[in-house]
């Protein structure tokens, strides 16, 4: 048996957690409520504050959904209780970044500003116009929105200039060696 599928999912008395017919599991927070559809394969199961899946058989397609269902409705509770957050530095001369209203604008060293519009369920703060702060509920969509925003301009390698992870390092290259 799955490791990871084997262990419950624990919630707090603020989350509801609800399985409907069509094997979805609905976590409802006190702002959010994320859902997760499953195979038909996985049954979910709610016993005194935690969720316990079980599969049908041992095929390995079934092992391997059994982990990544559990795992997909631990990210839910965390995000309805907690959210996730990525935080994102901007590193360059002239980068920055202003919110206004649902839009995102970066100047990122090109002739014009990004305008960037922020998805429904996400919450982007700056701070001291080079940081700038993705949280959500949605562990996926906060990162596909920070690495949207990392793809706009990249760090490269040479004088570290671009859009990075507060927690990532950059790999720095020698610039040309003055030769003969």
């Known amino acids: 048996?799955?490791?990871?599928?084997?262990?419950?999912?624990?919630?707090?008395?603020?989350?509801?957690?609800?399985?409907?017919?069509?094997?979805?599991?609905v976590v409802k927070g006190a702002k959010q409520t994320l859902s997760v559809k499953m195979q038909p394969t996985i049954k979910a199961s709610i016993e005194d504050g935690k969720v316990m899946l079980t599969r049908e058989n041992d095929e390995p397609k079934n092992r391997s959904f059994h982990g990544l269902?559990?795992?997909?409705?631990?990210?839910?509770?965390?995000?309805?209780?907690?959210?996730?957050?990525?935080?994102?530095?901007?590193?360059?001369?002239?980068?920055r970044a202003a919110v206004s209203g649902k839009k995102l604008e970066l100047?990122?060293?090109?002739?014009?500003?990004?305008?960037?519009?922020?998805p429904e369920g996400i919450?982007?703060?700056?701070?001291?116009?080079?940081k700038v702060i993705v949280t959500g509920a949605d562990r996926g969509l906060v990162g596909q929105v920070a690495a949207k925003i990392r793809g706009f301009?990249?760090?490269?390698?040479?004088?570290?200039?671009?859009?990075?992870?507060?927690d990532e390092r950059i790999r720095r290259k020698a610039g040309k060696s003055a030769g003969k």
């Open 1 to 25: 048996m799955s490791r990871i599928g084997r262990a419950p999912v624990f919630f707090d008395k603020n989350v509801q957690v609800n399985v409907t017919p069509e094997n979805e599991v």
């Open 69 to 95: 269902y559990r795992a997909l409705i631990q990210n839910a509770v965390t995000g309805v209780t907690n959210g996730w957050t990525k935080e994102l530095e901007l590193n360059g001369v002239g980068y």
């Open 107 to 118: 100047n990122l060293g090109y002739s014009h500003p990004i305008i960037y519009d922020i």
């Open 123 to 130: 919450e982007i703060k700056v701070d001291k116009q080079t």
């Open 153 to 166: 301009r990249e760090p490269e390698p040479f004088l570290g200039k671009g859009v990075k992870y507060s």
